[in-house]
């Protein structure tokens, strides 16, 4: 890579864009700008992804989470494909004069070059700050260069609703994890509202003294909700295990319409959670209640997992439970 992307150069860039930004708001404003960072974050997505729609996810995640974003996008196998540029994403509060701006940092890199990004990025990061790396290719996460880059990562946030085999993914994450990766899964977070409400269900008394006659979690799926399918089995059965109640599992495919059925049984108790349009049906027995459930966007599901410092070991553990009972059936 030397010679074609240099770490040096593009800071260089960076600084130079920060002198220019500020004698620019001087001019129009009298107010200089104010730079905001409080981590890297490296986004890794194929060239042929839309790269509008995430540019505007990372312009609105930075009010929140300011951050020197470094945007990888992968060009296949083209040769000399690597190109670069940097850039700046700025904003101005409510009531004050100065902007805060952020910086933004493009590279296009080849496979064959792909090897080579890990120290670059080492380079580019911000010092004394977390660097999260947010993998939106499949085909990234099942290449050898992948460790390489997660293994500068605080974080490592993925989507496993969008890999074409969903066991397999969860697999090689429980695995990664295991290694000592830190390791999110926007699939987990979407479902954050369905595990919220779930629990709920037993703070009622009655339905409490009733959790110890649960016999089986159903869970039923359709189109890209495979991963969520095992997590939403995954969870409820471990939770139940920890209460000394011992459920068995199952799960069914229905159609290629995106849909997820949960639904806990056993004496006295049964319990059913359903998407209906953009609601999250709840049924309990015989009486039926509903809350509000729209669709998350990447920017919701990524402003929540960014706000989690530390490990999650609730969905370490839930990961690891999904990617054996995927594989259970197999062996």
Same mark, same amino acid.
């Given at each position: 890579m030397?010679?074609?992307?240099?770490?040096?150069?593009?800071?260089?860039e960076?600084n130079?864009?920060?002198?220019?930004?500020?004698?620019?708001?001087?001019?129009?404003?009298g107010a200089?700008?104010?730079?905001?960072?409080?981590?890297? &974050?490296?986004?890794?997505?194929?060239e042929? @992804?839309?790269?509008? %729609?995430?540019?505007?996810t990372?312009?609105?995640?930075?009010?929140?989470?300011?951050?020197?974003?470094?945007?990888?996008?992968?060009?296949?196998?083209a040769r000399?494909?690597?190109?670069?540029? *940097?850039?700046?994403?700025?904003?101005?509060?409510?009531g004050?004069?100065?902007?805060?701006?952020?910086e933004?940092?493009?590279? %296009?890199?080849?496979?064959?070059?792909?090897a080579?990004?890990?120290?670059?990025?080492?380079?580019l990061?911000?010092?004394?700050?977390?660097?999260i790396?947010?993998?939106?290719?499949?085909?990234l996460?099942?290449?050898p260069?992948?460790?390489?880059?997660?293994?500068?990562?605080?974080k490592?946030?993925?989507?496993?609703?969008?890999?074409?085999?969903a066991?397999?993914? &969860?697999?090689?994450?429980?695995?990664?994890?295991?290694? %000592?990766?830190?390791?999110?899964?926007?699939?987990?977070?979407?479902?954050t509202?369905?595990?919220?409400?779930?629990?709920q *269900?037993?703070?009622n008394?009655?339905?409490?003294?009733?959790?110890?006659?649960?016999?089986?979690?159903?869970?039923?799926?359709?189109?890209?909700? @495979?991963?969520?399918?095992?997590?939403?089995?995954?969870?409820?059965?471990?939770?139940?295990?920890?209460?000394?109640?011992?459920?068995?599992?199952? &799960?069914?495919?229905?159609?290629?319409?995106?849909?997820?059925?949960?639904?806990?049984?056993?004496?006295?108790?049964?319990?059913?959670?359903?998407?209906?349009g953009?609601?999250?049906?709840?049924?309990?027995?015989?009486?039926?209640?509903?809350?509000?459930?729209?669709?998350?966007?990447?920017y919701?599901?990524?402003?929540?997992?960014?706000?989690?410092?530390?490990?999650?070991?609730?969905?370490?553990?839930?990961?690891?439970?999904?990617?054996?009972?995927?594989?259970? %059936?197999?062996?």
């Amino acid at each position: 890579m030397p010679g074609a992307l240099s770490a040096d150069r593009i800071l260089r860039e960076v600084n130079e864009l920060w002198v220019s930004l500020d004698r620019q708001a001087h001019a129009e404003s009298g107010a200089g700008v104010q730079r905001s960072c409080t981590m890297t &974050l490296v986004v890794v997505a194929e060239e042929s @992804e839309d790269a509008a %729609g995430v540019g505007e996810t990372i312009a609105a995640l930075m009010p929140e989470h300011p951050a020197r974003a470094i945007s990888i996008r992968l060009r296949g196998a083209a040769r000399s494909a690597l190109t670069q540029r *940097v850039y700046s994403q700025c904003w101005q509060p409510f009531g004050q004069r100065r902007q805060i701006c952020c910086e933004q940092i493009e590279i %296009g890199v080849s496979d064959a070059d792909l090897a080579e990004i890990a120290p670059v990025l080492l380079a580019l990061a911000a010092p004394d700050l977390p660097l999260i790396v947010w993998c939106r290719s499949p085909r990234l996460a099942a290449m050898p260069e992948f460790a390489r880059i997660a293994a500068l990562a605080r974080k490592v946030l993925v989507d496993t609703t969008a890999f074409a085999d969903a066991k397999a993914a &969860l697999a090689r994450f429980a695995e990664a994890a295991v290694r %000592g990766v830190v390791v999110g899964d926007l699939a987990w977070t979407r479902l954050t509202r369905w595990r919220s409400v779930l629990s709920q *269900v037993f703070e009622n008394r009655s339905y409490l003294e009733r959790l110890a006659g649960i016999r089986t979690v159903a869970v039923a799926w359709g189109g890209a909700y @495979e991963a969520l399918a095992w997590y939403m089995a995954a969870w409820p059965q471990d939770a139940l295990a920890d209460a000394g109640v011992p459920a068995a599992v199952r &799960l069914t495919e229905e159609g290629a319409e995106d849909l997820i059925r949960v639904e806990l049984a056993g004496e006295g108790l049964h319990l059913r959670l359903a998407r209906e349009g953009e609601r999250l049906v709840v049924t309990v027995n015989d009486l039926s209640s509903c809350t509000g459930l729209t669709q998350p966007s990447d920017y919701l599901l990524l402003r929540e997992e960014l706000g989690i410092a530390r490990r999650d070991a609730v969905f370490e553990r839930s990961l690891a439970s999904a990617a054996r009972l995927a594989y259970a %059936g197999d062996k």
